[in-house]
C-alpha cells in the first residue's frame, strides 16, 4: 500500500480535523501524522506523497513550520509534496480570501518559505470560543468584531468548507 505523510501544526485541532478528512478521501494510502512541533527530521523517502498544513495564529504561521522547511529543504523539493493553510480569514469565499491568490497568509508563506509547494489549499478554520483561555478569548472576540465575524464567545463556530477540503484531497491524491 502507497504511504502518505500528515505533518500538521495546529493550535485548537481544527487542522489535524482536516488531515483526518483527507486522509478519508485517499482509501489507497496508509497516512502517517507527524506534529511539526515534536519533530525534527522525517524519513521522506518511505513515502509517496507528502502534505503539510499549518494554522494561523494571530496572524502567523508557527516558526516550528519554517524551521522544518528549513531543515528538510531538499527533501520536501524532491516530494510529491503540498501545503495548505488553515485560517479564519478563509471563511470570506465571497471575498477570494479562500484561494492561495487571494490569501495574505500565504502570500507571505511563500515570501518567507524556501519551499515553494506545487498544489497550496487554504481553508476557513474553526472558532472555539469556550475552549479559548481569557487572553486568547477576548484577543479573537476583538479581532473578529474588526472582520465581522462572530463575538458570542459561549458559542463553537465551524467554517470549514468540507467540499472544498474534498476537492484539494483527490487534487492531492492525484498530483
Known amino acids: 500500500m502507497a ?10 485541532g481544527q487542522t489535524k480535523k482536516i488531515f483526518h478528512h483527507i486522509r478519508e478521501q485517499l482509501s489507497d494510502y496508509e497516512c502517517d501524522f507527524v506534529d511539526l512541533h515534536t519533530t525534527e527530521r522525517v524519513d521522506f523517502e518511505q513515502y509517496e506523497r507528502v502534505l ?10 508557527n516558526k516550528k513550520l519554517y524551521q522544518f522547511i528549513e531543515s528538510n529543504l531538499p527533501a520536501l ?3 510529491r509534496s503540498a501545503f495548505f493553510c488553515v ?24 515570501k518567507k518559505s524556501s ?10 478554520g474553526a472558532l472555539y470560543y469556550p475552549r479559548y483561555n481569557w487572553f486568547d478569548r477576548t ?15 459561549s458559542k463553537e463556530v465551524e467554517y470549514t468548507n468540507w467540499e472544498k477540503v474534498t476537492l484539494f484531497a483527490n487534487k492531492f491524491k492525484n498530483m
Do not use: C
Not at 52 to 61: D, E
Not at 139 to 153: A, P, R, V
Open 115 to 124: 519551499w515553494q509547494p506545487e498544489l497550496i489549499g487554504v481553508f476557513a
Open 139 to 153: 484577543m479573537i472576540k476583538f479581532i473578529m468584531s474588526m472582520t465581522g465575524g462572530e463575538t458570542d464567545t
Open 3 to 12: 504511504k502518505a505523510l500528515f505533518l500538521y501544526s495546529t493550535r485548537e
Open 52 to 61: 503539510v498544513g499549518a494554522s494561523i495564529r494571530y496572524g502567523h504561521l
Open 87 to 110: 485560517n479564519l480569514t478563509a471563511r470570506k469565499e465571497d471575498q477570494g480570501k479562500d484561494t492561495p491568490e487571494g490569501s495574505a497568509y500565504i502570500k507571505t508563506f511563500l
Open 77 to 79: 523539493q524532491s516530494s
